[in-house]
């Protein structure tokens, strides 16, 4: 779990999507437990967002909305982050279970031919 002063210092790389997958899922298990971390992370979203607003010339009026959707599209990515990886995991596992099985099948059969003493 990371400390205030951790996420403290990720709010800027959360905003410019600088984070990796792990300090991604820290960071929003942080804010969303911690109160006063996540009154900085709007404050400094607000800011930003309104600063390149400003440079786009593009006008969003609910930065708090754009905030929540945000947090939410993150909270998105690590779960379907977390998910690919358990996938690839099983299917790994099955795959060399199968490869396993069918040598062992195979062995069975050069045994049984007379082709393998065992």
């Known amino acids: 779990m990371l400390t205030c002063r951790e996420a403290e210092k990720m709010v800027m790389p ?10 991604l899922e820290a960071f929003i298990q942080h804010v969303e437990l911690c ?10 979203y607000t800011v930003f967002l309104g600063l390149r607003q400003l440079e786009s010339g ?17 909270a998105f990515l690590v779960r379907a982050t977390r998910l690919r990886k358990v996938i690839s995991y099983a299917v790994g596992t099955l795959l060399t279970v199968g490869v396993l099985t069918t040598f062992l099948i195979q062995v069975r059969i050069w045994a049984d031919s007379g082709f393998l003493h065992l």
């Open 58 to 74: 593009t006008g969003m009026y609910d930065v708090a909305g754009a905030l929540e959707e945000s947090l939410e599209t993150s």
């Open 14 to 23: 959360y905003i410019d999507n600088e984070l990796n997958e792990a300090e």
């Open 35 to 44: 109160p006063a971390c996540r009154e900085e992370l709007e404050i400094y």
